[in-house]
């Protein structure tokens, strides 16, 4: 029964792609978050349906009438850039075989990246993106909770299998990015039993992240909600709730928590001692060792092998005794140090310069939001990205991050908010004063705006 239901969602899918390619983008991204078919035990379960919807958006793409365009901004460049380096340093790659694969991995997620941007172009659609990334995120929350609790805190929450967000770590960093978008969607969604719904998810967020025992998915979510607190206007009510919270679950966390959950709390008090930190700490020293002597192209994608850590860590290997475990290699454990070892000085400048040109572009978006009428629907946009990115961006410290599907969904977003910006902006001059926007208030004086931002 399930394969059959799962079947049926996978065709239907591919029908509305052929009418409507940007239907088929959104079906491609909410289904390779949801993964459904990673909850199937019969044909459905080996079927490529993100590949069949790929497919049927790209013969629906080739036949639609309407604009088919990639807007070009600093972020556009930057992506593509991006991409290009990481090519380059493939073909230089230590491992070539592996880095290769991942390389066409990494590909797939560019490429309908662009798509999203060549596709996507009003404001009815780049909500439909929100829609297409928070409730498939937002459903696997109930799903952990639901998990977590029944378990009684005993068991990891992870994603459905063969998912993107299968692993604790991804689906924790996920759900803590997942957030402020649900956020968004409560104060812009009219559909009443949508929003219910998304009441049930944002509650659920919260418990499913815990669950998932990923300390680097605890920091997001703890960044993402003290600069949803900031940005409040109810800020000061907030935060005495919050103390208050804190305060009863510091004190009951004893009484309620699982001892795996319990262990795993006890290892964030003394990081200096803690064995785990320790390695993160040794990973980064050799990955930004890697990506220094390697400066143009690094040593590819996925070079962590023995031989390469007894080469430029070698006390790193002797201190961990790494050939007990058969050469068993680790990763670098920070997405920063992750591009800068895989792919040189010059790409981890490009993917800053990306991550940094998001941020800014939408600071600029909302002050022209605040200060033009007809821009003022940005503001809600401008708030949630920036702190949907923070959270990506604490987690990522921490974590092997740098080629995750969520984080350029929203770059993506953030590129076609700014070409939509611009459309608003060489339609009329700015506005007066515009204020309280989705709970945020503020005035930034008018700018000088050049067609394209």
Known sequence: MRDALVMLITLGCCLAALRRPAHGVLAFVAYSILAPHGFTFSY??????SLAISACTLIGFAFYAGKKSVPIHRETIFLAAAWLWFCFSTIFAVEQDLAVEKLILISKILFMVFFSMAIL???EQVHNLARAIAIPIGLLAVRGVIFFVRMGGSEMVEGPADGILLANNSIGLAMAMNVPLLIYLLRT???KWLLWLVKCMLVASYPAVIGTFSRGAWFALGAVTVLLILRSKHRFLLVGVGAVVLMMGASLFPFFASERLTQRVDTLQDIEKENSAQQRLGSWKFCASVGLQNPIFGAGIDYYSLKMYET??????ERWDLKRWGGKAWSCHSMWFTILGEHG???FLIWVGLLASCMWSLGRMKRYGLAMQECAWLVPWADTLRISIVGYAVAGTFLDFAYF??????????IILKELQRQQL????????QTDQ???????GPKPVSAQT
Request: glycine content about 14%.
């Open 426 to 433: 060489a339609a009329g001059p700015i506005g007066g004063k």
């Open 312 to 317: 430029y860590s070698p006390e790193y290997a």
């Open 189 to 191: 969604e009219t559909n």
């Open 438 to 444: 989705g709970g945020m208030t503020g005035f930034y």
């Open 44 to 49: 459905a379960r080996t079927f490529p349906h």
């Open 121 to 123: 172009n009003s404001k």
């Open 345 to 347: 000085v010059f790409a």
């Open 405 to 414: 599907d969520v984080y350029y969904q929203l770059v993506a977003a953030v």
